[in-house]
Each structure stands twice: as structure tokens, then as C-alpha cells.
């Protein structure tokens, strides 16, 4: 299935940029109305650690769907829901380092060792930053067939993301969220091993 | 000066709740008025030697944020689906090491008692904190009347866990009834207070209404809510969060800033209102009452 060309690059991509932001939007809409409840702060924290997770979720989701239902189109979103993932994913990462730790550099650090699904968060973002660096077209052509190797980082970084949020969770025996994150990742990499044990 | 008495009023009419953050305000608009020989209703609570002079959070914070499992994980959760819990009538089980053991109700267990306003703070165990302005009365004078034998060395809470009040009961996020326990001695210590309101209102569901434990010197979840047995054992009880997960929630859970939760620090807390963090205290800030119960303890062992 395709849609038709003009409707894609014209209506679409625009619609879903835009939407892309409405969590942005919300956040900081409920922030100035003060609309978050008792601990503001925890609130947009989570969230945007929810919207990476989900913006790295529907990212490896559409190369599935070419697959599955020959919606080729779909992966011209893929560089931008990508760069979306690395988008919230930063805010989360800044919200941890300013409003929690207050730029505390020391005790991030102890943090990062001590504590594993601060360790396996941080490794996340850290495989996912040079993803968004050499996300322009540029970079693509320099690196070549390198590119494309340096991006199947996305499979081990989005396994780390989903397991920040299960070991976060699992101290408050509360893993009915991530379960749920868990089981659309693992149906997306499953996917991708089928093809390959089919090929 | 003569202050009219108002018999037919309870302490919940005198002080609207509205004026209640501004007390001393209001106390001085008060003390004006009587002098101007207006009848109005007297003063608030006598302060608590035991108070904090800390601002209390703000009623709303205290209200919609609360972990009550039985009705929801989300901190949101409880304030939104509690309307379902029954307070009335409420009964208490008394069981165990004690000469009188028995199901008493909620009149029953509250009527020798003068209630009394504690504003404590209150560390949960995520590292957040707040402020809050209870009313009752302290345990150890109610556990007295049960008459609790030499072998009585703990207590052990149960909360109500009814399905038909509290769907979320079949999540079995937690090993329901949600249990909690302390020791005969910290049972005992004045500070700890069976609650029965907060900002001169009767308890909400969500906050553990009717009944409820409040141990300051802990993390929040050993003040176990809506509590419908109590008993004396002889061994130390199995709390539910101890059961779920012992190595990171023990039997003590005393606050302790120089003892970490596996997965976060505990130095310091986020007070709910506030901007910025602050260092968390030693016992919560009741180190000079409480340090004493735990003298020879390790406290990194017995966390």
C-alpha cells in the first residue's frame, strides 16, 4: 500500500512532525498551568522518558511495516521519529541531570556505577547519540556501508532502554508498563530474526 | 478573658479549612475579634511538642498524590478510584499475645481517646517528602488497653483487602493484605500516632481512612493504612514490601540518608512543593526521640 505522493511529503510528514511535538506541547503546557499534579518535576521527567521509548519503538516499527505490509513510504519518517527518540531522550536525560542531580557531577558518576538501571539508561543514550549525529544525508554518504552497521545500534540500545524502565518499575513491583513496552519490542526483533532465518 | 465555650462544635468546625495554611493569621484575627467581645469559635490545636514548625504541604499535594496499591499504582490513582472504600461502619481485629483480644469498632477503639494535631513530616522511600498536619491520637495508649502480654515482642497491621471495594486487589502487585509491623518499643514511642484526619478534615480514603499509622521516623509505606487488624506476635512479621522485595525494603526502613535504596540514593529528597532538593536527616529529623530504640544497632544490616 502507498499513499498518494503529494498527500505523503505534503500532508503527512508535516502532520506527523507536528504531532511529534504535542507531547513537548503538553508538557510544557501543563508545567505553566501547573497541571501535573503534586511533583511536576517527576511527571515531565517521566514522560519524556515514555515518549523516547515510544519514539524508538515506532522508529524500528516502520521498516517492520514495509516488510509486513509493503509501506515503503513509511521510512522516509524513519531518520525524523528517530531523531524524536534522541529529542526526548535528551530532555529526559537533562531533566535527570539539572532537576535531580543538580549538575552534581560527582554524584551522577556514583549514580552511573552504583546503580544498574541508571548505568544501562545512561549506556542507552550514549549508543543513541552518535545514531542522531550522523543522522544528515551527509553523513550517511561519507560513512558508506559503515552507516548502516553503525545503525544496527538501535537493537541493543532500545533492549537497554526498555530495561531502564523495567528496573526503575521493578522496585516499586509495578512491571505492568514495561511488560507491555517489552513485548512490542521483542515482536519487532523477532520480526527481524524471522526474516533473516527465512532468507 | 473569657473565651465562649461552644460544646456542640468539634475541633473540625473551628477552623475552616481555607484558613487553616494561614493559622497564625488567622489566630491574631481571632484573638482581635475576641477582644472586640465577639462570639467565634476558639483556638486551633494546641501545638505539639512533637510538631514541626515546617510549612505544611499543601492540602491538595497530600490528597492526590498518595501510593495506596489497593487502588492503583499510579500515585494519581488512589485519589481518583478509593471513592469505593466502605469507612462506615469499620471494625479492628485485636489478636495475639494480649488479655483482650476481640473485633472491636471504629467508636469502640476511638472513644477514650483525645485527639491531638501532630504536624510531622513524612519521607517516602522514592525520595520525596511533605509536610502534614495530622489529627490523633498515639498508639501506644490504645495498644495499652489490650493489655499485651510478656510475649508480645512485635505488632502486626493488616489493611482491609476486599475485592469488592479494591479492584485492583486482583493485580497482585503486592501479597495482599498489605502488612506492615513494628517492634513493641517503637509501637510504643510517643511519636507514633494512629491518625484519623489531616488539616482538621476526617481522612480521606486515600490517605488510609478511618485509621491509619503514622511513623514519622520511617519511610512513608510503613505507615500502614485503613487498618482493620492489629495483632501481638512474638516474631518479628513479614511486611508485604519485605515479602515483594527483601533486599531492597527491610523490616526497619528507619529513614536513613547514609543508607541507599539499591536503585537510588536516599541523601536528600524532593519536598513536594519545592524546587530544590534537600539533605535528607537522619531518622527524618527525629534523631534526638528516636535514636535510642536503635542503640548497638547496625543500621546498615537491620536497614
Not at chain 1, 18 to 33: E, K, N, R, S, T
Not at chain 1, 106 to 133: E, H, N, S, Y
Request: glycine share 6%; aromatic share 12%; hydrophobic share 45%.
Amino acid at each position: 500500500m502507498q499513499l498518494p505522493e503529494p498527500l505523503f511529503s505534503r500532508c503527512i510528514k508535516p502532520l506527523v512532525f507536528a504531532l511529534a511535538l504535542l507531547p513537548l506541547v503538553l508538557m510544557g503546557f501543563g508545567v505553566w498551568q501547573d497541571r501535573l499534579g503534586a511533583n511536576p518535576i517527576e511527571a515531565v521527567t517521566r514522560s519524556s522518558g515514555d515518549w523516547a521509548l515510544r519514539f524508538l519503538l515506532l522508529t524500528l516499527a516502520l521498516s517492520s511495516l514495509r516488510r509486513l505490509i509493503g509501506w515503503t513510504q513509511g521510512i522516509r519518517l524513519r531518520r525524523m521519529l528517530g531523531l524524536f527518540a534522541f529529542f526526548y531522550a535528551s530532555i529526559h536525560l537533562l531533566l535527570y541531570l539539572w532537576l535531580d542531580q543538580f549538575f552534581d557531577w560527582q554524584g551522577i558518576w556514583r549514580d552511573i556505577l552504583k546503580r544498574p538501571f541508571i548505568t544501562v539508561g545512561m549506556l542507552a543514550f550514549l549508543m543513541l547519540l552518535p545514531l542522531a549525529i550522523t543522522s544528515p544525508k551527509a553523513m550517511l554518504r561519507r560513512l558508506g556501508k559503515r552507516w548502516k552497521t553503525l545503525h544496527t545500534l538501535i537493537y541493543p540500545l532500545s533492549i537497554l532502554a526498555v530495561l531502564h524502565f523495567w528496573w526503575m518499575k521493578d522496585a516499586k513491583s509495578d512491571t505492568s508498563e514495561p511488560l507491555i513496552y517489552a513485548l512490542i519490542l521483542a515482536a519487532l526483533l523477532g520480526e527481524r530474526l524471522y526474516q533473516r532465518f527465512k532468507a | 478573658m473569657m473565651i465562649k465555650q461552644t460544646p456542640d462544635l468539634t475541633e473540625n468546625d473551628t477552623t475552616p479549612y481555607a484558613l487553616y495554611q494561614h493559622r497564625r493569621e488567622f489566630l491574631k484575627f481571632l484573638g482581635g475579634a475576641a477582644l472586640l467581645g465577639t462570639a467565634l469559635p476558639q483556638r486551633a490545636w494546641a501545638k505539639s511538642a512533637f510538631s514541626t514548625d515546617e510549612t505544611p504541604t499543601d492540602f491538595a499535594d497530600i490528597t492526590t498524590y498518595n501510593n495506596f496499591y489497593e487502588f492503583g499504582t499510579g500515585k494519581d490513582e488512589p485519589a481518583i478510584k478509593a471513592k469505593t472504600l466502605i469507612t462506615s461502619p469499620w471494625s479492628v481485629t485485636v489478636d495475639g499475645a494480649c488479655e483482650k483480644p476481640g473485633t472491636y469498632t471504629l467508636e469502640d477503639i476511638l472513644k477514650p481517646h483525645a485527639l491531638e494535631e501532630r504536624i510531622y513530616r513524612m519521607r517516602c522511600v522514592e525520595g520525596w517528602s511533605m509536610v502534614i498536619p495530622w489529627q490523633g491520637f498515639p498508639l501506644g495508649q490504645l495498644l495499652k488497653r489490650f493489655q499485651p502480654t510478656s510475649k508480645a515482642k512485635f505488632v502486626r497491621f493488616e489493611t482491609l483487602a476486599d475485592p469488592k471495594q479494591m479492584p485492583e486487589l486482583k493485580q497482585n502487585v503486592l501479597d495482599w493484605p498489605y502488612t506492615e509491623g513494628l517492634r513493641m518499643d517503637e509501637a510504643m514511642h510517643p511519636l507514633t500516632l494512629l491518625a484519623t484526619g489531616l488539616y482538621n478534615k476526617p481522612l480521606l480514603n486515600q490517605n488510609g481512612a478511618p485509621l491509619r499509622l503514622v511513623v514519622p521516623w520511617k519511610y512513608g509505606f510503613k505507615s500502614i493504612k485503613s487498618i482493620v487488624r492489629i495483632s501481638f506476635v512474638e516474631q518479628q512479621p513479614v511486611s508485604s514490601w519485605e515479602k515483594a522485595n527483601a533486599r531492597e525494603y527491610g523490616f526497619y526502613s528507619n529513614v536513613n540518608p547514609t543508607v541507599d535504596h539499591p536503585r537510588w540514593a536516599q541523601y536528600n529528597e524532593r519536598r513536594i512543593g519545592e524546587f530544590s532538593k534537600r539533605k535528607t536527616l537522619m531518622f527524618n529529623g527525629y534523631e534526638a526521640q528516636v535514636a535510642s530504640l536503635y542503640s548497638g544497632m547496625d543500621l546498615r544490616k537491620n536497614y
